[in-house]
Antibody
Framework: QVQLQQSGAELAKPGSSVKISCKASGYTFTSYYISWIKQTTGQGLEYIGYINTGSGGTNYNEKFKGKATLTVDKSSSTAFMQLSSLTPDDSAVYYC?????????WGQGTLVTVSS | DTVLTQSPALAVSPGERVSISCRASEGVNSYMHWYQQKPGQQPKLLIYKASNLASGVPARFSGSGSGTDFTLTIDPVEADDTATYFCQQSWNDLTFGSGTKLEIK
């Protein structure tokens, strides 16, 4: 069965960076794009962007350009999202999900807390 | 951005029929999708492209609509359907609704 397994919770200081991973299993990794979504209590669900797992090509929501960087390692069937210059507003649960249009499969989420 | 507007909350009794609406600020063709999210869990796809039932989802769930007005219907509602329901469009970039919290009385 398709599974997306995300890395564990992160506690980071303002101004630092974090890198979250999303390891896929149960299917051919390059068959589906991987998208990333941010969830907060105040802002709800926000789309960050997607990565073409075959070519490495990316597409970002304008709001997250410069904040998020999406990469992929095909050898380990893992997608990554790096968040840089962290502020408290970046505190959220971040999900990876399959496909760029609707999301049939989701990771379990990674909680990122930004605090000094 | 295309804004998706949902009612904040609904309360229904088991066995009843409930309709959850989502209105888009501009037309999204049929590219509206619905998710269920229970506390502490990731969202789960229920309906894709307005009316297509996702794999493994009970036939009690159905979707309808096109253009700007869409509806997720659950009939009959069960106690386990307590959750927040989100709509998402993928016609104009990609945005989510703010969610409708469904309480089963």
């Amino acid at each position: 069965q398709v599974q997306l397994q995300q890395s564990g919770a992160e506690l980071a200081k303002p101004g630092s960076s974090v890198k979250i991973s999303c390891k896929a299993s149960g299917y051919t990794f390059t068959s589906y794009y991987i998208s990333w979504i941010k969830q907060t209590t105040g802002q709800g669900l926000e789309y960050i962007g997607y990565i073409n797992t075959g070519s490495g090509g990316t597409n970002y929501n304008e709001k997250f350009k410069g904040k998020a960087t999406l990469t992929v390692d095909k050898s380990s069937s893992t997608a990554f999202m790096q968040l840089s210059s962290l502020t408290p507003d970046d505190s959220a649960v971040y999900y990876c999900a399959s496909a760029p249009i609707w999301f049939a499969y989701w990771g379990q989420g990674t909680l990122v807390t930004v605090s000094s | 951005d295309t804004v998706l507007t949902q009612s904040p909350a609904l309360a229904v009794s088991p066995g009843e029929r409930v309709s959850i609406s989502c209105r888009a600020s501009e037309g999204v063709n049929s590219y509206m999708h619905w998710y269920q999210q229970k506390p502490g869990q990731q969202p789960k796809l229920l309906i894709y492209k307005a009316s297509n039932l996702a794999s493994g989802v009970p036939a009690r769930f159905s979707g309808s609509g096109s253009g700007t007005d869409f509806t997720l219907t659950i009939d009959p509602v069960e106690a386990d359907d307590t959750a927040t329901y989100f709509c998402q469009q993928s016609w104009n970039d990609l945005t989510f609704g703010s969610g409708t919290k469904l309480e089963i009385k």
